[in-house]
């Protein structure tokens, strides 16, 4: 009598661990896929051996001046002075900033890099360019150490003011809001 109960009672917990365990996959939240550069220009593309070691967006303001245009003797333009952000994870928390000049990310672990620009390409009207830069080596140690290259996509605003810049006004800075994702490389 005990062998016919306990072969019942076999496939009806085989079931109820299966049950149990597709119940526990689905209340997972879905892996967050990577950054994907497959839509940005080829020269805007991280070398392959590369892997996403941080994404961040980045919300702050950019200075320009009315400056004398190089090589136009009375002639103004506005002139891209540095940025002021604030740089956030994908869940909204601050994890470092970016200001300059020089041009400097640093996490809030204290550890910072500059970089060299490699290209830019247009990113729509009234938006910065999209641009890639190779990292200099990390100051301290922390999340910016290894970090090999930063993309700039994403974007929104930045550009220099509308306001006229004249001879009359040189010297007066003037900052605009802008927006960024910031990706963070590192060698796979």
């Known amino acids: 009598m005990h062998l016919p109960t306990l072969s019942r009672l076999l496939p ?7 049950a149990a365990l597709l119940t526990a996959c689905g209340a997972m939240a879905p892996a967050k896929p990577m950054f994907s550069q497959n839509s940005l220009p080829a020269t805007i593309q991280v070398p392959a051996g590369n892997q996403v070691a941080l994404e961040t967006v980045g919300a702050g303001d950019i200075t320009y001046e009315c400056r004398d245009k190089a090589n136009a003797a009375g002639q103004t333009e506005w002139v891209f002075v540095g940025p002021n952000a604030v740089l956030r994870d994908r869940s909204g928390k601050a994890v470092g900033k970016y200001y300059g000049p020089p041009a400097t990310w640093e ?5 910072k890099l500059t970089a060299t620009q490699l290209a830019v390409a247009p990113a729509g009207a ?22 090999t290259y930063i993309q700039r996509v994403a974007l929104q605003g930045g550009v220099a003011p509308a306001d006229a810049c004249t001879p009359a006004n040189k010297g007066e800075r003037k900052t605009v809001k802008y927006q960024a994702d910031y990706i963070f490389w590192k060698a796979a």
């Open 12 to 18: 009806l917990s085989g079931a109820l661990a299966a």
């Open 107 to 111: 996490s809030n672990d204290g550890s």
């Open 126 to 147: 009234g938006n910065l360019p999209l641009q890639l830069v190779k990292a200099n080596p990390a100051m301290g140690q922390g999340a910016m150490t290894g970090v």
